[in-house]
């Protein structure tokens, strides 16, 4: 009942990587599509500006690596997180938005300062809302060896394939909005309402 009324619908279950990792996953959350397919989806439906960033799968966990200030930082990719999350002093130099609750299915709900962090995958910079992980979860970063979670957020604003079955993601990059600083580089303005459509996916990984 908590996680449906934090992402405003009803939500029954949760799948995990044992059943996700069957299917490679094609959204397309602006036209409010998502394409499972049990065989590898190409990368050809992309334009050749795309973003394409290998994975390794640790636990059945997607791993990916990108760049906070210069730094080479290793972070699971989680689409059924609202928000990101990074270590506590790679927030320190960013600024502060504001204080929201977020829930986690083995702490529960919680409260987290979010910072505005540009966040560099392979070529594009993204500007996501990132948070500081509760207590209780943190050790489940530092004893993978990881240093943040990838949320939600970079599905957003365009074309996106998960493909374990080929070991990556691929990330659309729109046109730059030389005037914002939120979501992609080259994105238009974040919205409440997308961000609501989107945060149904709590249940894939």
């Known amino acids: 009942k908590k996680v449906s009324k934090l992402v405003g619908t009803q939500v029954r279950g949760v799948l995990g990587t044992d059943v996700i990792n069957h299917f490679d ?14 065989a590898a989806i190409s990368r ?4 050749s500006k795309a973003e394409t960033i290998p994975l390794n799968l640790l636990n ?3 791993v990916l690596h990108t760049h906070v200030q210069n730094k080479d930082i290793k972070a699971f990719l989680d689409t059924g997180a609202q928000f990101s999350y990074l270590e506590p002093s790679l927030l320190a130099r ?3 938005e504001k204080v929201v609750e977020d829930f986690h299915p083995l702490t529960g709900p919680f ?8 966040i560099v995958f392979s070529s594009a910079a993204e500007y996501l809302d990132c948070g ?16 943040g979670i990838i949320g939600s957020e970079i599905l957003l604003h365009r074309l996106v394939l998960y493909s374990p079955s080929q070991k990556l993601l691929v990330l659309e990059v729109p046109e730059r909005n ?11 303005e974040h919205t409440s309402e997308l961000q609501s459509r989107v945060d149904i996916s709590y249940a894939v990984f």
Request: charged letters at 15%; aromatic letters at 6%.
């Open 60 to 62: 059945g966990i997607p």
């Open 94 to 96: 960013f600024p502060r």
């Open 111 to 118: 409260m987290t300062m979010l910072h505005r962090v540009k």
């Open 178 to 188: 030389p005037n914002s600083n939120s979501g992609v580089e080259r994105s238009e």
């Open 132 to 147: 500081r992980l509760p207590e209780k979860l943190a050790p489940l970063l530092s004893m993978a060896g990881a240093q």
């Open 44 to 47: 050809n439906l992309f334009s």
């Open 25 to 38: 996953w094609l959204f397309d959350i602006p036209n409010q599509v998502v394409t499972v397919s049990t």
